[in-house]
């Protein structure tokens, strides 16, 4: 019997030591991401500045270094915000055309509306007019 004992004994301690575990390591992954600020960091500097903001000491730059290196990410981060909204744009712009180019095709007796007046509105707001403007 007592073999039995230990070996039940040792099985609930193994058991409870991997659950603590396991929810330890949860635990940490959730405070990690908690801590974590919202940006995304572009390298480990960037990373550990925006971590330590009042210490940049701990990230091995001065105030100054940091001061650059900030202006310098954000200039970065500026360019890529630049480069989406152009793509964004491109894509409305060739949405614009290839209805504009639809509703041209047609023709009037197929198709209600102003072709060029819903072009130069779906310039202006990115999106065509189809309740001014579709197919009959």
Same mark, same amino acid.
């Given at each position: 019997?007592? =073999?039995?004992?230990?070996?039940?004994?040792?099985?609930?301690?193994?058991?409870?030591?991997?659950?603590?575990?396991?929810?330890?390591?949860?635990?940490?992954?959730?405070?990690?991401?908690?801590?974590?600020?919202?940006?995304?960091?572009?390298?480990?500097?960037?990373?550990?500045?925006?971590?330590?903001?009042?210490?940049?000491?701990?990230?091995?730059?001065?105030?100054?270094?940091?001061?650059?290196?900030?202006?310098?990410?954000?200039?970065?981060? =500026?360019?890529?915000?630049?480069?989406?909204?152009?793509?964004?744009?491109?894509?409305? =712009?060739?949405?614009?055309?290839?209805?504009?180019?639809?509703?041209?095709?047609?023709?009037?007796?197929?198709?209600?509306?102003?072709?060029?007046?819903?072009?130069?509105?779906?310039?202006?707001?990115?999106?065509?007019?189809?309740?001014?403007?579709?197919?009959?």
């Amino acid at each position: 019997m007592p =073999k039995t004992n230990l070996s039940a004994s040792l099985l609930i301690v193994l058991a409870s030591l991997a659950m603590g575990c396991s929810s330890s390591a949860t635990g940490a992954v959730n405070r990690r991401e908690a801590s974590t600020p919202a940006t995304t960091c572009l390298d480990t500097i960037s990373c550990c500045l925006q971590r330590h903001p009042a210490q940049p000491e701990l990230c091995g730059l001065s105030a100054s270094e940091a001061v650059v290196y900030l202006a310098e990410i954000q200039a970065v981060a =500026k360019e890529r915000e630049a480069s989406r909204d152009d793509g964004a744009k491109a894509g409305w =712009k060739r949405r614009c055309v290839d209805t504009h180019a639809r509703c041209k095709d047609a023709g009037r007796g197929r198709w209600a509306g102003d072709c060029y007046a819903c072009f130069v509105r779906c310039e202006r707001e990115r999106e065509w007019p189809y309740d001014r403007c579709h197919r009959r």
